[in-house]
């Protein structure tokens, strides 16, 4: 059965800068594709193609810096709802949280999660201080600027470290140079991360254990996945780095591989369960998010990244976590549109009463 709604797929269009992805110098550009960016287009095809199996219409935009024109466009097309995909626009990630707020104003129910959500998962300082205050364990951090003196008498963590931009997800940033075990190769990383990016960087007590990718629909954990780092050389840091997950000729790529449903104890799952629940309530997540958690020497689960309105394109983790579930591909995206249309029928509701 065809529903009778029109659901407008947003976008931002895809921008490709390899050292400003990567994380790493100029002279480490391998020249292969990216795959975030080349194949954007083609998965937005095959999205819009499975909701107009349940949809009557279904159109796409493409937002820019230019909010007026954008606004003018949506307002033409009127849709029932829209099917929020806007991840950056020109490659800065902080205009996730604005776009979401536009359609707010808008009065446009929209999948996903809040402008509020988007904005304290992107700012990661912020967010572990949100984790730590419900009690949930996070890897112990510190956070530098540029201008920051960087003393070694006063560095309270203890090595390795792994250094992150603390305003910026799809492991933008992350190479095999984030983890470090030295001052000096902590120094020289926090430099090349803050001239490069000119952000706050930062720094947390590196959790060498499993690590794993719990997806979260509606109020449900999917099957927990783990990365398989086992084909990795030992010379590497065994993280998902930005070519791991984009980068198709990497090393990383090639060697970092998912499992999904994770092998697990079946209290080692429930624990891993609760804290992806826990962090997903505590960051007062909606509809779709998924977090990620290492254990350490103990088995004791560290959150170490919060990622709403994660990458759910066909061959993305959170598919495959829904594939295991037994969601085909275009129930899980009905499952996510529905969720806004309950909502926009919730709210106007409200209104009303």
């Known amino acids: 059965m065809i529903i009778d709604a029109k659901i407008l797929l947003c976008y931002n269009a895809p921008v490709s800068i390899y050292q400003v992805y990567t994380g790493k110098p100029k002279e480490h550009d391998c020249g292969v594709c990216d795959m975030s960016e080349s194949g954007f287009v083609n998965e937005l095809d095959r999205l819009a193609a499975s909701l107009k199996k349940y949809f009557s219409r279904v159109e796409t935009l493409a937002v820019s810096k230019n909010i007026g024109e954008s606004i003018r466009k949506i307002t033409a097309m009127n849709p029932d709802a829209i099917f929020n995909l806007v991840e950056s626009v020109e490659g800065n990630a902080t205009f996730e949280a604005f776009h979401a707020g536009i359609f707010d104003l808008l009065d446009i129910p929209y999948t996903g999660n809040s402008p509020q959500a988007l904005g304290n998962c992107l700012n990661k300082t912020f967010a572990k201080q949100i984790l730590r205050a419900h009690g949930i364990k996070t890897p112990g951090s510190l956070t530098f600027t540029s201008h920051t003196h960087l003393s070694q008498k006063k560095f309270s963590l203890q090595f390795p470290v792994i ?29 090349f991360l803050t001239s490069t990016y000119n952000q706050d960087v930062i720094v947390e007590e590196y959790i060498a254990g499993r690590e794993f990718n719990i997806a979260v629909l509606g109020n449900r954990a999917l099957p927990i996945s783990e990365i398989d780092f086992s084909g990795l050389p030992d010379h590497l840091p065994k993280i998902v780095t930005y070519e791991g997950k984009w980068i198709s000729e990497s090393l990383y790529y090639k060697h970092t591989n998912p499992k999904c449903p994770a092998k697990l104890s079946e209290y080692l799952r429930k624990n891993i369960e609760t804290a992806a629940l826990t962090t997903f309530n505590a960051m007062e997540c909606r509809d779709y998010a998924r977090v990620d958690i290492r254990l350490d020497k103990n088995n004791i689960p560290y959150v170490i990244e919060v990622n709403p309105n994660p990458d759910i394109s066909t061959d993305s983790g959170f598919a495959r976590a829904a594939k295991a579930s037994g969601l085909h591909y275009e129930e899980m995206l009905f499952k996510i549109i529905n969720l806004a249309l309950h909502r926009g029928k919730r709210d106007t509701q409200i209104k009303a009463g």
């Open 163 to 191: 250094t992150k931009l603390a305003k910026e997800d799809a492991s933008i940033g992350i190479s095999e140079h984030s983890v470090v075990s030295s001052f000096e190769n902590l120094r020289k990383q926090i430099k």
